[in-house]
């Protein structure tokens, strides 16, 4: 399996690349960064798939260029809305190609958002912490706002108490469907999310920590294996570990 890698110079990129050349199994077959002809490239290597960690801004060209040049998208990039999933969906479908699209492809963090979801069914009460380095291009982080997405489908959440003043604008985070998400971003961090719930008596906190970059590699080289048997269209991380 011939593979490529989009935004091979930045600090995920990096370490794809050596995840792609150290699997017995994958075939390194180029890099891609923003100076790139991307088409040009996964046609020169006869990609058969395109790992994708780019600038939110690019998502949606990105994953047109690659399903238009034959190869199916594996993509980390975050920023895709409900609206541009449906449009990945058609255009994977009219291609004939599949194509993956996770908002973390770290394990633990897949994990942590099925756990929290099943926890939601019981515990309408909530709050999401996430915590990204400084350098992050936006926020929430994507798995905050899939978490809180799939918690909403699990259960109808009540609204946060709002109990006294807040003497600074956004002191209590954003708010989706009535579960509230704060976001920090600091050096130091790689990837940090906690969600906690509340209820008269009890708390549960569900919480992953990504140390190293290195934590995307597994989810990403165990999509771009299954690309081989996946039907045309859109599919997600979640999907492929069997919770969706």
Known sequence: MRVVVNGAKGKVGRVMVAAVEADD???????????????AVIRNGEAGVVIDFTAP?????NVKTILE??????VGTTGFTPEDEHQVDT????????????????????LMMEF????????????????????????????AMTTARLMNESNTFQPPQRVGEEFLDGARGGDLENIRIHSVRLPGFVATQEVIFGIPGE??????????????????????????????????????????
């Open 116 to 143: 929290a979801t099943q926890a939601a069914r019981f515990m309408p009460q909530a709050e999401i912490v996430e915590i990204f380095h400084d350098q992050k291009a936006e926020a929430p982080s994507g798995t």
């Open 57 to 61: 801004s690019a998502r949606m060209t």
């Open 203 to 244: 708390r549960l906190s569900i919480k992953s920590d990504a140390i190293g970059r290195e934590c995307y590699s597994g989810g990403v080289l165990f999509a771009v294996k299954k690309t081989a048997t996946l039907a045309p269209g859109l599919h997600t991380l979640r999907g492929l570990m069997g919770f969706a």
């Open 69 to 74: 040049s034959g190869a199916a998208p594996v």
């Open 25 to 39: 199994a994958l075939e390194f077959a180029g890099a891609a960064d923003v100076e790139d002809d991307l088409a």
């Open 91 to 110: 255009w994977a479908r009219e291609h004939n190609l599949p194509a993956v699209i996770a908002p973390n492809f770290s394990i633990g963090a897949v």
